[in-house]
């Protein structure tokens, strides 16, 4: 974080400083109470209760409220920061500390492919440009204002993803970050059990336009369906499309699979372009091109984004690909499920299975579908028996409900099977698998019992 005068953060917040509250300086903004030290200027929701004791020992701390709090009286009353509405003065404070530095700023939403969007285009820049990003898949909210603070003057590019899990989050993220590109990746049915409808959910993430003051650059797949159907009338920046779709302005030609990753060709300006990149399925290709896109807007060449690409280090349970013992192979893809995450695993594990291979399917359950949970199992169902699934392998109570819908579909009967316990897992395993075999594993319910039984299968 930029050490800011404290004078200047009330007066932003439009709040008259105190002669004894000038010339301060703040090292440390935060909503965390545990992060309270000295120089710390300290946000209090919830009516938390306030550490008065600790914050005696340390200089120049000083509280933002709108409620009193035991013990108040025991501290020098120019550290009480009364304010009429906590949360206003604090997305004050947010527009004021983002507004300090003139950077690009790259918003990331969809409901598959943030995460590997972003990572890929941080990977694109870091070489060249000093990068503050979301780490890893870490994108809830309460993540926001650290990440927001780890912007300071050496930064020159801000990469963020902003997620959506409930109604005025998209709103909330650009309350901090104030985007100036944004890119939506895909769109299907997630997190419908806080927002109650998959239409209000599609307008959720629209909201990335309005956090953008309609202005500057949405980055949009083109093949997408639902992204096709979203209103950017309102919109007055510039509009980049990318697919296969002919009228993309970065086109996907076509790809082609390898053994460890995805060769594609690429169209833009009439200027045909070939990559790789390391991970398989078509997906890969779709979140290579939204990267080169935003790249490209940064003024990145793109051949040198392509170049960078090839060595994108493959993140962590997206389809990660293994070998396991015994001559068989592991597909851990266990980050998260949502319909169309399972769907694309699923294409995917097809096209990489050889037909010597049996191709056996281990699923935990989908996350957040509220009511639509009945409807997407039931396809999922049906995809598991269409993309030539041999053994499926249900855990846990939830994620039986593949198995009906599955068979019915055409999967035999004999070859499904339900567990509740990794080590019932494990030792099933010890006497089913045979040699040559590839297990995809998949779940959506943070399931460490699924990370124990891929360790124990591993070579």
């Not at 005068?5 to 400083?17: R, V, W």
């Not at 914050?55 to 920061?81: A, C, G, R, W």
């Not at 500057?216 to 009338?233: E, F, K, M, R």
């Not at 935003?294 to 090839?310: K, P, T």
Request: aromatic residues 10%.
């Amino acid at each position: 974080m930029k050490t800011l005068l404290l004078e200047n953060i009330l007066t932003a917040m439009n709040i008259q400083p105190h002669e004894k509250q000038k010339g301060i300086r703040i090292e440390t903004v935060t909503d965390d109470r545990s992060e309270i030290s000295s120089h710390t200027l300290y946000f209090r929701f919830n009516n938390s209760e306030v550490p008065v004791e600790r914050i005696k020992k340390y200089k120049n701390v000083f509280i933002v409220t709108d409620t009193s709090f035991s013990n108040m009286e025991s501290l020098h009353p120019m550290q009480i920061i009364m304010v009429k509405n906590l949360k206003d003065s604090f997305f004050k404070f947010t527009s004021y500390y983002r507004h300090l530095f003139n950077i690009p700023v790259v918003a990331i939403t969809g409901t598959c492919g943030k995460s590997t969007t972003k990572e890929m285009l941080k990977h694109i820049l870091e070489d060249t440009h000093n990068v503050q990003a979301t780490i890893s898949s870490k994108n809830a909210d309460y993540y926001n204002l650290s990440y927001l603070l780890g912007i300071e003057e050496d930064t020159d590019v801000a990469v963020f993803e902003t997620a959506v899990s409930k109604k005025g989050d998209m709103t909330e993220s650009c309350k901090y970050f104030y985007p100036t590109i944004g890119i939506l990746t895909m769109i299907d049915v997630d997190h419908t059990d806080k927002i109650r409808s998959f239409d209000r959910y599609l307008a959720e993430k629209a909201k990335i336009m309005q956090g953008m003051n309609n202005e500057g650059i949405l980055i949009l797949n083109s093949d997408d369906p639902y992204l096709s159907s979203i209103d950017t009338s309102k919109f007055k920046g510039e509009i980049i499309t990318f697919g296969k779709n002919k009228n993309a302005i970065f086109r996907i030609k076509r790809y082609q699979y390898t053994s460890s990753g995805m060769n594609f060709w690429m169209e833009y300006m009439q200027s045909e372009y070939r990559g790789y990149i390391p991970g398989l399925g078509e997906h890969s290709v779709y979140n290579s091109v939204a990267a080169v896109a935003a790249a490209a807007m940064l003024g990145v060449d793109i051949q040198y984004s392509l170049n960078r690409l090839s060595s994108y280090p493959h993140m962590r349970s997206h389809f990660q690909v293994m070998e396991g013992r015994n001559q068989i192979t592991l597909v851990d893809d266990t980050w998260k499920s949502n319909p169309a995450s399972l769907r694309k695993g699923l294409e995917t594990l097809s096209r990489i299975a050889l037909p010597s291979q049996r191709k056996i399917a281990v699923l935990g359950r989908m996350a957040a579908l509220g009511k639509y949970a009945d409807e997407e199992y039931e396809k999922a169902g049906h995809l598991i028996a269409s993309s030539g699934v041999d053994i499926l392998i249900t855990k846990g109570f939830i994620a039986k409900d593949f198995q009906k819908p599955a068979i019915e579909a055409g999967v035999n009967p004999h070859n499904v099977y339900h567990f509740s316990e990794p080590d019932e897992m494990k030792r099933f395993f010890d006497s089913f698998l045979r040699p040559n075999d590839i297990v995809y594993f998949k779940t959506g319910g943070n399931d460490s019992d699924f990370d124990d039984v891929i360790e124990y299968l591993r070579s």
